[in-house]
């Protein structure tokens, strides 16, 4: 039978489950806070974000999230609502604007290559 990487993995895996249940092998532990799910934004609190913090245009703010136009409309009409990733950053951007926005702004977006 040929004996493949993943299978000897699996095979050194239950052999260290097996010294743990023993006593003969300790683990590692790492205690990590978890954050708190990303707060609920309502329409009111995105376009003051947006107008009195940022003072920028819809266009830029949604260049800024990643996000669509329509959909930025829509959280500001209060037809749609954030997604949880879209909420944190809205959160992050919130606390720190300066960082956020000099952040994004040095990100290396690799460039296409011409066919």
């Given at each position: ?65 990643g996000v669509s136009i329509s959909a930025l409309r ?42």
């Open positions: 039978m040929k004996k493949t990487k993943l299978g000897q993995e699996l095979i050194k895996g239950l052999k260290e489950s097996l010294e743990f249940e023993r006593g003969k092998r300790t683990l590692r532990v790492s205690d990590v806070k978890l954050p708190k799910n990303p707060p609920v934004w309502s329409n009111k609190q995105i376009v003051q974000l947006r107008k009195d913090k940022l003072r920028v245009s819809q266009p830029v703010f949604a260049s800024y999230l829509g959280w500001e009409q209060g037809l749609k609502n954030p997604s949880s990733i879209a909420r944190r950053l809205l959160q992050v951007l919130s606390k720190d604007p300066d960082t956020f926005i000099r952040l994004i702004r040095d990100i290396n977006v690799p460039k296409k290559k011409a066919s």
